[in-house]
Antibody, heavy 117, light 109 residues
Framework: EVQLVESGGGLVQPGGSLRLSCAASGFTFSSYWMSWVRQAPGKGLEWVANIKQDGSEKYYVDSVKGRFTISRDNAKNSLYLQMNSLRAEDTAVYYC??????????WGQGTLVTVSS | SYVLTQPPSVSVAPGQTARITCGGNNIGSKSVHWYQQKPGQAPVLVVYDDSDRPSGIPERFSGSNSGNTATLTISRVEAGDEADYYCQVWDSSSDHRGVFGGGTKLTVL
């Protein structure tokens, strides 16, 4: 069974940093693109970042470029999102998602990031 | 960037058929995927590649895609189908992103 378990969310002040983690199991992690998708309170889904199987390609939504960094450790079956210079508008539930052929085939349960003073 | 447009809400009585649309420029040339999200839960893929269902998804869920509109159809709607539904396409032209519609709240009357 595919499992994705996020951790690392919490309350942080504007300008602060957080590192999210996603532990993957039940599939060959190194064979899949992976993504972070977020959902602000009461809002829709928004793609945040993608990373290729070997980490050689990374893509970000414009609003987080230069502030967020996606990475992965295939030996540990783990995905990460380093978030710096956090803003109130980054407040959201952050989901780790496995990428299938153009769709998100599996999702974690999400971790809540709240940016507030 | 590519824009997907969904109606904010759709209401249907139990046992009837719900149709949720997703509009986009020439969306019929793209593969469309649909997710169901219940309150407090993560999204779940219910239809992929326009009309295919993942294992475990009831046959009541079906999809179609043509021209400028894709449609998710839920037959014999049940109370448990009440949820938000999102359409999604993949934009591989630049940053390999998933593009989501704004979501549709399905209310079962």
């Amino acid at each position: 069974e595919v499992q994705l378990v996020e951790s690392g969310g919490g309350l942080v002040q504007p300008g602060g940093s957080l590192r999210l983690s996603c532990a993957a199991s039940g599939f060959t992690f190194s064979s899949y693109w992976m993504s972070w998708v977020r959902q602000a309170p009461g809002k829709g889904l928004e793609w945040v970042a993608n990373i290729k199987q070997d980490g050689s390609e990374k893509y970000y939504v414009d609003s987080v470029k230069g502030r967020f960094t996606i990475s992965r450790d295939n030996a540990k079956n783990s995905l990460y999102l380093q978030m710096n210079s956090l803003r109130a508008e980054d407040t959201a539930v952050y989901y780790c998602a496995r990428v299938g052929s153009g769709y998100y085939s599996s999702w974690g349960q999400g971790t809540l990031v709240t940016v507030s003073s | 960037s590519y824009v997907l447009t969904q109606p904010p809400s759709v209401s249907v009585a139990p046992g009837q058929t719900a149709r949720i649309t997703c509009g986009g420029n020439n969306i019929g040339s793209k593969s469309v995927h649909w997710y169901q999200q219940k309150p407090g839960q993560a999204p779940v893929l219910v239809v992929y590649d326009d009309s295919d269902r993942p294992s475990g998804i009831p046959e009541r869920f079906s999809g179609s895609n043509s021209g400028n509109t894709a449609t998710l159809t839920i037959s014999r709607v049940e109370a448990g189908d009440e949820a938000d539904y999102y359409c999604q396409v993949w934009d591989s032209s630049s940053d390999h992103r998933g593009v989501f519609g704004g979501g549709t709240k399905l209310t079962v009357l």
